[in-house]
Each structure stands twice: as C-alpha cells, then as structure tokens.
C-alpha cells in the first residue's frame, strides 16, 4: 500500500506542504493507517475508500488521527482528480460532510476544498498570555487591528497576528511545552500571521499537536481565518469574497492559498490551491 505523496498549494515548481494519500478500497485498520502516517513523517496523510455516493476520509498526522486537514485533502482532490477525472468528490469524515473538487489547469492539477462549518470567538486570556509567553512575544507585538482570536473549521485553531514581519520570522517556541499547551485547550495549530495588506495575509502555523514543528500550508486554518474574518466583517468580508495566504516562506518551501467566503457567519468556506506530484521534476 505505496503512499501517493503530493505537496498542496505548491507555488510554481516548489514549495507547498507535502502529504500522503492513500486510496484503497476498504480503509485499513486505524493502526495500520497511524504505522503508515509515521513512517511517510508527513503532517498528515489522508486515507479514503468508496462509499455510496462518495468516498470516507479520515486523516493521520504521524503522532495521532486528525479530524480534518486542508492539505491533505486537497492533495486527496487532486489524486481522485487524476484517477477518476475532474469533478467534485463529496467526502464522509467522522464529524461531518465536506467536498473537493479537481480540476487540470494546463500540465497542473488544481483543487479546492470546501470545509466544514466555522465559527470564532475572543481569545480566552489565558490562553493568550500562555502562548506568547510560549512564543517569546507581548501584546506589544501584537498587531491591535485583528485581536487574537479562536478560530475553528472542523478544528481548533489560535490565531495571533503580529504587527512587524520580522517578528513573525523569528517564531521559535519550546516544542514538548507547546505540545502539551495545544493538547490542554484542543488546538491543532497555533496561526501567527502577519497582514500584508488587507486581502493578503502572511502566516506561519506552529503545529506541535501533529508532532512537527511548523507547517508550510494549512488549508484548515486557511478556511478557520476565512470565517473568522467574515465574523468580524474584515474588509467587507462580511459580504462575501476572497483573499490569500502566503505561508512557508519563512521555511524555503512557499505556499500560495486563496480562500473564497461567501459572507454568511459560521458557512463553509472554499480554500484552493495549485498541487505537484513529489516525483515530478
């Protein structure tokens, strides 16, 4: 059972967020997909097998299942895509129904997902003073036009915006600490973003929970910033629209994701990007 491994909102030849993806048609064992997950190493994998009408998806990261993952889901899109044809595939996870839909742009394929239902809410501040401590940061750092925030969309994401770039180039935080922080309050990134320019928006996605220490794309906490900002009308957000996240710069791999809302507070929202198969040149 060879892993297909495809990097997810890959910009041009590099850079994206690698993942695995396994279709089979029964879903092995949850052991033998968590043995699959860690030996791969890949944030997460996503295992899917046929069901009437669609296909169940669930998602290892290499220490544990996850409940949702953007990019390996999008990297799933393009392999069913490439397997069965463009289209949309709709998706059974355990907590819920979202789709993808696959498409050929040329010699690349695209994806796009469609996510589970967000919401957000202030940031407890406990929580908030816990992770800056964590991250070596004050609330001087912060940047006071988007607070900090709890954002979710199939999982839980923090989200701390900075004001300077250079702060959020800097991120480095105790990994065991960060981990047992994340595990206490059920976070499955911490998003450190830094904004660009209202519709463009710089992210970094500690992500000690999955047992790594950072992310070069997080289609999920993509999709939970897209109803968070629809939530606080951000931009005129709260009307409908798009903007885009650029993540992994910071790590050499550049990752390039737009995010579509259609304005209605707690909708699904649609995070896209462009895919590379791993064995391509």
Request: aromatic content about 8%; charged content about 20%; hydrophobic content about 45%.
């Amino acid at each position: 059972m060879e892993p297909i491994k495809i990097t997810s909102f890959s910009e041009r030849d590099a850079g994206g967020n690698p993942a695995g993806v396994v279709i089979a048609e029964v879903l092995p064992a949850p052991e033998e997909m968590q043995r699959i997950a860690a030996d791969l190493g890949f944030s997460e994998t996503a295992f899917a097998a046929p069901r009437s009408g669609g296909w169940t998806v669930r998602y290892f990261a290499p220490v544990g299942e996850v409940a949702f993952c953007g990019h390996a889901t999008i990297a799933l899109g393009a392999a069913l895509g490439a397997q069965y044809g463009a289209g949309r595939f709709d998706l059974s996870l355990q907590n819920g129904k979202i789709s993808v839909e696959a498409e050929k742009r040329g010699d690349r394929w695209h994806a796009a997902l469609q996510s589970p239902e967000t919401w957000s809410r202030p940031l407890d501040d406990d929580l908030r003073y816990a992770l800056l401590d964590a991250f070596a940061l004050s609330d001087g750092d912060l940047d006071p036009a988007l607070a900090p925030r709890l954002a979710f969309a199939g999982v839980q994401h923090a989200v701390l915006t900075l004001k300077e770039r250079s702060r959020l180039a800097q991120m480095s935080y105790p990994f065991n600490a960060m981990r047992d922080l994340m595990a206490a309050h059920d976070l499955v990134t911490v998003n450190l973003l830094h904004i660009e320019s209202p519709r463009l928006f710089i992210s970094r996605n500690a992500f000690a929970s999955g047992g790594v220490i950072e992310d070069p794309a997080t289609g999920a906490a993509a999709a939970a910033l897209g109803g968070m900002l629809v939530d606080l009308d951000w931009d005129g957000l709260g009307r409908g629209g798009s903007f885009d996240v650029r993540q992994g710069e910071d790590m050499g791999m550049p990752s390039a994701l737009r995010v579509d809302v259609t304005g209605t507070p707690g909708a699904s929202v649609r995070v896209s990007g462009a895919v590379r198969w791993m064995d391509e040149a």
